[in-house]
């Protein structure tokens, strides 16, 4: 799957293991830039991510608000 701005993903490695998250932008080629309701934005690591089939309508570097109500709207 091809991980772009918008696309859902689930936290596999970390603390945050378990919980959703959006990629708000692509900066290296191996770490994307995350950001969710119950994750603070930082930069990680694409192998601690699984992709799942959901891609958000966002702008790249949404502000955490926008991101939200995105993940809300789908049901997460």
Do not use: Q, W
């Amino acid at each position: 799957m091809i991980l772009s701005v918008g696309r859902v993903c689930m936290k596999v490695k970390g603390r945050e293991a378990g919980k959703y998250c959006v990629i708000v932008d692509k900066p290296e080629k191996n770490f994307v830039l995350i950001d969710g309701k119950d994750v603070k934005r930082r930069k990680v690591n694409i192998r601690h991510l699984e992709p799942l089939p959901v891609v958000l309508k966002i702008k790249r570097n949404a502000d955490t608000k926008t991101v939200e109500k995105a993940l809300e709207k789908e049901g997460f």
